[in-house]
């Protein structure tokens, strides 16, 4: 079926249309030649024959008339030489046989005397051949003109009449004028008829060759020059088949301002405003899919999260109050005692601060509230920032943290979101980094990101909860947790930030230790 498809593609084609319509109307034109020819010419050649006949006899009449009124040398047969010259080109540029004579009654008997040509340049044939054709139009003149099957009567007037006959002797067909000037004397002009039909015939052979040759010339010609006329076009169908796959990167390259030039602009304005159209229609729709699944997370977001903090706050808030009572009923005396019960009370109310404040981040970032900005900047400078920054608590664990990367490294992303990722990576591996005590920070090139790597030795994340630590407030050594001082928000931050940024995160146990890792655009979209 796809094989009969494109076999009428290639039928139905503007160029295959172009080369089939020309070569038709040169073919339909040469035939049309070629009836007129047939149909037509032998009349058209009958009727100029008739006309230089006619015109013949008129001028020979002119011819004796003014011979016999000018003074001249006449020749023995009663014409001057230069009449008898000017009979001659006469009859030469027309191709026929002329004769001027007299016929003299002679005691009952007709008697020829030629003028023209001369009886000495006539051979006694021709002079019968004469007779026997004329002595019939002789009678006619007495007697009037009977058609007979080889004598047909074309044209006649009160001085001559042309009749078309046919000559059974040599089987040809002659154009004959016979009639009478003002002299007196006879004229009988005639001409072949056959060769014109031989010409007629000639001529359409010729002319039916030709037209043949023409037509195949024609339609190799219109193949060549065929694909600058229909290759826009085809270009032009290309460009809007990927219009209608959404793909508005083709464009017609407008170069002349002809029809197709004109249709190449309007479809270049086209594909520029649909795919205006068409973005302005997926952003409208993406906020409405967005405000949809916000309207629809926002009660369950809501609710995790009053749980959470209820949750969270409770262990500190307990602390809070049972030291204050403390301190309210004066439990112990002494100031050292109390010193330290205020110190529990600060360090407490530290720790629901900034388990507050990081919960207020994590909530903008995942209702969208915080504008993602992105720009491009060095990565690698920015995770020496954090390294620098968190030295003192790494020192603190006699704990080291060291990168390999020197040169810049450039990625579009936002840059204060990505140092908050760093800032929970390496803050998350100082408080769990154990053994040799080391921290680890790569930078791995791939096609499109670059993955962020930090590793730290120390013990490994049970395999049933690595995909759990990313859920708020999930912790997965409480006792730990509690003794640094965490909350279970700072990964859940990581994971908003880079679903944010459309990218990547994750983490796996190493024989020695955990990594995490994040991925970051190198080009910008």
């Keep these: ?203 359409n052979r010729f002319l039916a060759y030709i037209g043949v040759i023409a037509v195949l010339i024609s339609g190799i010609i219109l193949f060549m020059i065929g694909n600058s006329f229909t290759k826009p076009i085809v270009y032009l169908t290309d460009i809007a088949t990927r219009m209608s796959q959404l793909d508005f990167e083709a ?84 100031s050292e005692s109390r010193e330290f019960y205020c110190d529990v009370i600060i360090d407490e109310a530290n720790k629901m601060n900034k388990m507050v404040k990081k919960l207020l981040t994590l909530n903008q970032i995942e209702f969208g509230k915080n504008q993602i900005n992105f720009e491009r900047f060095d990565i690698v400078q920015v995770i020496r920032s954090v390294i620098q920054s968190a030295s003192l608590l790494a020192d603190q664990k006699d704990a080291e943290i060291y990168m390999e990367e020197t040169e810049p490294v450039y990625v579009w992303a936002d840059e204060y979101m990505v140092e908050e990722i760093v800032t929970n990576y390496i803050s998350n591996a100082i408080n769990h980094v154990d053994g040799e005590k080391r921290i680890r920070v790569t930078l791995e090139m791939r096609e499109k990101v670059v993955r962020i790597r930090v590793f730290n030795t120390g013990k490994q994340i049970p395999e049933d909860e690595l995909d759990k630590i990313w859920i708020k407030f999930y912790k997965v050594d409480k006792a730990r947790t509690r003794a640094y001082g965490g909350s279970g928000i700072g990964l859940s931050i990581v994971k908003a930030i880079v679903d944010a940024m459309n990218q990547q995160c994750g983490v796996k146990n190493c024989h020695d230790g955990v990594e995490f890792w994040f991925d970051l655009d190198r080009q910008s979209h």
């Design 251 to 334: 464009k017609y390259p407008v170069t002349t301002e002809d029809e197709i030039g004109r249709l190449g602009n309007s479809i270049n304005m086209l594909s520029e405003r649909l795919e205006e159209t068409i973005s302005e229609l997926k952003s409208a729709n993406n906020e409405l899919q967005k405000d949809i699944e916000n309207k629809i997370q926002i009660d369950e977001m809501r609710k995790d999260f009053l749980s959470n903090v209820s949750h969270e706050l409770k262990t500190p808030i307990a602390l809070i109050q049972g030291y204050a009572e403390g301190l309210h009923d004066n439990i112990n005396d002494d």
């Design 1 to 203: 079926m796809r094989n009969k498809n494109v076999s009428f593609r290639k039928i139905s084609s503007i160029k295959t249309k172009l080369i089939v319509v020309l070569c038709s109307i040169l073919a339909l034109t040469i035939l049309g030649c070629w009836l007129t020819n047939q149909l037509f010419l032998p009349m058209y050649y009958q009727h100029s024959k008739i006309s230089t006949l006619s015109a013949s006899f008129r001028k020979i009449n002119h011819i004796v008339k003014n011979d016999s009124e000018q003074q001249g040398n006449p020749s023995d047969s009663g014409l001057s030489e230069k009449s008898i010259n000017t009979l001659d080109s006469l009859t030469e540029n027309g191709s026929m046989n002329a004769y001027l004579f007299r016929i003299n009654d002679y005691f009952g008997m007709l008697q020829y005397t030629f003028c023209y040509p001369s009886a000495d340049s006539l051979s006694n044939v021709q002079k019968q051949n004469v007779r026997d054709k004329t002595m019939d139009y002789v009678i006619g003149l007495v007697n009037g003109y009977v058609e007979g099957k080889s004598r047909e009567l074309i044209k006649g007037n009160d001085k001559y009449q042309v009749f078309k006959s046919y000559d059974e002797r040599i089987g040809s067909y002659y154009l004959e004028l016979f009639g009478r000037i003002d002299s007196g004397d006879f004229v009988y002009i005639s001409t072949n008829y056959q060769s014109m039909k031989e010409s007629v015939a000639v001529s």
